[in-house]
T-cell receptor, first 113, second 112 residues
Framework: QQQVKQSPQSLIVQKGGISIINCAYE??????FPWYQQFPGKGPALLIA?????SEKKEGRFTISFNKSAKQFSLHIMDSQPGDSATYFC????????????FGKGTRLHILP | DSGVTQTPKHLITATGQRVTLRCSPR?????VYWYQQSLDQGLQFLIQ???????AKGNILERFSAQQFPDLHSELNLSSLELGDSALYFC???????????FGSGTRLTVV
């Protein structure tokens, strides 16, 4: 059972453009929605996260939009740069129980110079 | 350096063999999580330990086992290895009640 569905699998964006990755979840009890960024040969690193009591969170060029009623959330990367080329994972968990994080299958993002 | 140390970085072994992967969590983190990453399945949760006790189990095969020691380091044991076990194995750690994991750099296991 895939509890977090992520799309697209891969994405190519021109430098300076907006990269958008979408995720949907099933368990309405999830209370923590992080995004992880992974470069080749490295472990995933926490990029930005949101709780379901807010609809948007912005950190620099990275923004999470959250739609609780639709059980969907998305990552927007503004002014995308070649250095943003990486694999991005959305995820969800029950942090009040220190529960495991469930990851989406990932999106390979390539920013064209 | 994330503070989570995994050894070895690379491992090549034959089918049927047994290997042990080691993880030292970030200082102060009591929870350790193991994940398997393959190309088509993304990051699959295997098992979680908290302060030496098993907390949760995911899609972990019976041929796989893990433990967390009193010094909080953890080991993942993989036995009767098959070609399909070839993957990246990540360890992550966290402090209970705080958000997010810190991942190590992973162990790349190749079974030939």
């Amino acid at each position: 059972q895939q509890q977090v569905k992520q799309s697209p699998q891969s994405l190519i964006v021109q430098k300076g453009g907006i990269s958008i990755i979408n995720c949907a979840y099933e368990n309405t009890a999830f209370d923590y929605f992080p995004w992880y960024q992974q470069f080749p040969g490295k472990g995933p690193a926490l990029l930005i996260a949101i709780r379901p009591d807010v609809s948007e969170k912005k950190e620099g060029r990275f923004t999470i939009s959250f739609n609780k009623s639709a059980k969907q959330f998305s990552l927007h990367i503004m002014d995308s740069q070649p250095g943003d080329s990486a694999t991005y994972f959305c995820a969800a968990s029950l942090m009040n129980r220190d529960d495991k994080i469930i990851f989406g299958k990932g999106t390979r993002l390539h920013i064209l110079p | 350096d994330s503070g989570v140390t995994q050894t070895p970085k690379h491992l090549i072994t034959a089918t049927g063999q047994r290997v042990t992967l080691r993880c030292s969590p970030r200082s102060g983190d009591l929870s350790v999580y193991w994940y398997q990453q393959s190309l088509d399945q993304g990051l699959q949760f295997l098992i979680q330990y908290y302060n030496g006790e098993e907390r949760a189990k995911g899609n972990i095969l019976e041929r796989f086992s893990a433990q967390q020691f009193p010094d909080l380091h953890s080991e993942l044991n993989l036995s009767s290895l098959e070609l399909g076990d070839s993957a990246l194995y990540f360890c992550a750690s966290s402090v209970q009640g705080r958000n997010g994991y810190t991942f190590g750099s992973g162990t790349r296991l190749t079974v030939v």
